[in-house]
T-cell receptor
Framework: GESVGLHLPTLSVQEGDNSIINCAYSNSASDYFIWYKQESGKGPQFIID?????DKRQGQRVTVLLNKTVKHLSLQIAATQPGDSAVYFC??????????FGSGTQLTVLP | EPEVTQTPSHQVTQMGQEVILRCVPISNHLYFYWYRQILGQKVEFLVSFYNNEISEKSEIFDDQFSVERPDGSNFTLKIRSTKLEDSAMYFC?????????????FGEGSRLTVL
């Protein structure tokens, strides 16, 4: 079936460095993608989204890139801080309002 | 900032018992969801609810599960006869009036432990 998955389960970066978290999706009909951050013991928190008619979107310290040709999504975090340590999920809309989540990448920021 | 609130934060129950998880979505939101996350795994869609009825449900959401909006504020998930494999975090979420998935607001979750 259609799925959304992540390339790497864990990522460790030095504080101040940039982080890149990747995600592959298989549903070519997906038209909306979202990155969520989940801290330990908490619910997913919206970070940034992008529609399929765009290939890049920027927020505060975060950028999402979408490559529809290879069905690849990435989240870039600039100047990673200790508070960025969390699990990051990509998600896509498989139907009108139902999100399909990927498996998650654990980002650890090293001092 | 408005938020989705869930109770209880943690519930321990015996296998076969009924469990009700409660959620208070953001007050002007119209679309409500339950998601589940087994420890260490991804977040999985269970059910969506709009206009007092289920709009979509996943394969996980079998006859043991039901949802209800008994009044104007609460949104509940009932598991009729819990199984060990129902142990998970259950997240309630809601979306505003546009219905766009845009920014799905999640609650902090209710951890269910089935013994």
């Amino acid at each position: 079936g259609e799925s959304v998955g992540l390339h790497l389960p864990t990522l460790s970066v030095q504080e101040g460095d940039n982080s890149i978290i990747n995600c592959a999706y298989s549903n070519s009909a997906s038209d909306y993608f979202i990155w969520y951050k989940q801290e330990s013991g908490k619910g997913p928190q919206f970070i940034i989204d992008i529609r399929s008619n765009m290939d890049k979107r920027q927020g505060q310290r975060v950028t999402v890139l979408l490559n529809k040709t290879v069905k690849h999504l990435s989240l870039q975090i600039a100047a990673t801080q200790p508070g960025d340590s969390a699990v990051y999920f990509c998600a896509e809309t498989g139907s009108a309002r139902q999100l399909t989540f990927g498996s998650g990448t654990q980002l650890t920021v090293l001092p | 900032e408005p938020e989705v609130t869930q109770t209880p934060s943690h519930q321990v129950t015996q296998m076969g018992q009924e469990v009700i998880l409660r959620c208070v979505p953001i007050s002007n939101h119209l679309y409500f969801y339950w998601y589940r996350q087994i420890l260490g795994q991804k977040v999985e869609f269970l059910v969506s609810f709009y206009n007092n009825e289920i709009s979509e449900k996943s394969e996980i959401f079998d006859d043991q599960f039901s949802v209800e909006r008994p009044d104007g504020s609460n949104f509940t998930l009932k598991i009729r006869s819990t199984k060990l494999e129902d142990s998970a975090m259950y997240f309630c979420a809601s979306i505003g009036t546009s219905g766009s998935t845009g920014e799905l607001f999640f609650g902090e979750g209710s951890r269910l432990t089935v013994l």
